[in-house]
């Protein structure tokens, strides 16, 4: 029901965009972003977007990655430049309705130093 794309392999100061759709099944989405995982670390937080155009960053990509958001389209965009080898991992896109949170596959972002 979510369908991202946009990871791939980068050099370490480059830039990348991750894209991802929801699907017209998830109806009342009032919130979407982006996680990431890295090998051998749990899920965590990369931004969030809400309805609103309201955003949250962790501490680690802020000033370096910008969300944004087509209400209408249902679709949730990661701008990510300064690329970091921290950065390496899968990100995952996610939406958020009243009744449950709903996540994609997954998309592979490498960053080579």
């Known amino acids: 029901q979510l369908q991202a794309c946009g990871g791939g392999l980068v050099q370490a100061g480059g830039s990348l965009r991750l894209s991802c759709a929801a699907s017209?099944?998830?109806?009342?989405?009032?919130?979407m972003g982006w996680y990431r995982q890295a090998p051998g670390k749990q899920r965590d937080l990369v931004a969030t977007i809400l309805n609103g155009g309201r955003t949250n960053y962790a501490d680690s990509v802020k000033g370096r990655f910008t969300i944004s958001r087509d209400n209408v389209k249902n679709t949730v965009h990661l701008q990510m430049n300064n690329l970091k080898p921290e950065d390496t991992a899968v990100y995952y896109c996610?939406?958020?309705?009243?009744?449950?949170?709903?996540w994609g596959k997954g998309t592979l972002v490498t960053v080579s130093s």
């Open positions: 996610y939406a958020r309705n009243i009744l449950s949170d709903y």
């Open positions: 017209g099944r998830i109806s009342g989405i009032n919130a």
